[in-house]
T-cell receptor, first 109, second 114 residues
């Protein structure tokens, strides 16, 4: 079993839909990261959180430390949200992150 | 300036070539990272430099040689690579190198080894 599991692996949505991507982890952590990677390579850090909830524009990230689970929500999805979303956790390994396999999101117009 | 700049964006090299990848940041970050990413896979950590000293080497083959000449620059020297080393090489930086800091990534160098 991987230490960080993401679901779903692939997700196709219509423009405007509410999207949820889930991340479960089995290790102790000090922080969980949500990353976005568009085709062509560059990775952008969306959120880093260790408790509660964070919001930035149409993106919301939540974490439940007791349940070892985090969700990334996208409200009013748009085709430009199409990307790979990666969950990564850090803590037990110093400054090494353990990455999930990623969720490929496609938003159709 | 919140950018991590990587050059070149693309690189094609033969197995006998020597080349270098370059990464630069001017955010005052003291931790810099090299990651390797194969298609449709998450990034894999290769090296971490903390305060210009190598702090993590993830058992990377010696044909990859990192260098941190100063706090703003990180190089990855490549020599005698194999075709399976073809991948996207990503540089990242963070403030001091703990896991609860935001990471800033460059756009990567797409490397093809022929």
């Amino acid at each position: 079993k991987n230490e960080v599991e993401q679901s779903p692996q692939n997700l196709t949505a219509q423009e405007g839909e509410f999207i949820t991507i889930n991340c479960s982890y089995s290790v102790g952590i000090s922080a969980l990261h949500w990353l976005q990677q568009h085709p062509g390579g560059g990775i952008v850090s969306l959120f880093m959180l260790s408790s509660g909830k964070k919001k930035h524009g149409r993106l919301i990230a939540t974490i439940n430390i007791q349940e070892k689970h985090s969700s990334l929500h996208i409200t009013a999805s748009h085709p430009r949200d199409s990307a790979v979303y990666i969950c990564a956790v850090g803590g037990e390994y110093g400054n090494k992150l353990v990455f999930g396999a990623g969720t490929i999101l496609r938003v159709k117009s | 300036d919140t950018e991590v700049t990587q050059t070149p964006k693309h690189l094609v090299m033969g197995m006998t070539n020597k080349k270098s990848l370059k990464c630069e940041q001017h955010m005052g970050h003291r931790a810099m990272y090299w990651y390797k990413q194969k298609a449709k896979k998450p990034p894999e950590l290769m090296f971490v430099y903390s305060y210009e000293k190598l702090s993590i080497n993830e058992s990377v083959p010696s044909r990859f040689s990192p260098e941190c000449p100063n706090s703003s620059l990180l190089n990855l020297h490549l020599h005698a690579l194999q075709p399976e080393d073809s991948a996207l090489y990503l540089c990242a930086s963070s403030q001091v190198g703990t896991s609860n800091e935001k990471l800033f990534f460059g756009s990567g160098t797409q490397l093809s080894v022929l």
